[in-house]
Nanobody, 116 residues
Framework: VEIVESGGGLVEPGGSLTLSCTTS????????INWYRQAPEKEREKVAY????????QYWGSAEGRFTVSRDNVKNTAYLHMERLTPEDTGVYYC??????????WGKGTLVTVSS
């Protein structure tokens, strides 16, 4: 199983960014995808979830109304589009899925820095 996040970088407050989560090694369209973030010196927190067929999405905290999670089951890739970013959105963003008995699988994350 391989999960690779990308698309992070430096963005100004108020800006937008889209992260990608590219996967391999499992049947992507059978599993939901979670997005988490970990701000400096804070615990990792879930920000978004999408079901295998993309029929349902859920957001937590400040992500609601600003972030949009999506997926392309042909490309085995999930996305997190983020708008109206603030410095509080700074952190490492991780993609995660739970593969039954194989348990949770994580990527190494991609760093998002919101700063002027």
């Amino acid at each position: 199983v391989e999960i690779v996040e990308s698309g992070g970088g430096l963005v100004e407050p108020g800006g937008s960014l889209t992260l990608s989560c590219t996967t391999s090694g499992f049947t992507f369209d059978l599993f939901g995808i979670n997005w988490y973030r970990q701000a400096p010196e804070k615990e990792r927190e879930k920000v978004a979830y999408i079901t295998p067929s993309a029929s349902f999405t859920q957001y937590w905290g400040s992500a609601e109304g600003r972030f949009t999670v999506s997926r392309d089951n042909v490309k085995n890739t999930a996305y997190l589009h983020m708008e109206r970013l603030t410095p509080e959105d700074t952190g490492v963003y991780y993609c995660n899925t739970i593969l039954g008995t194989r348990g949770p699988q994580w990527g190494k994350g991609t760093l998002v820095t919101v700063s002027s």
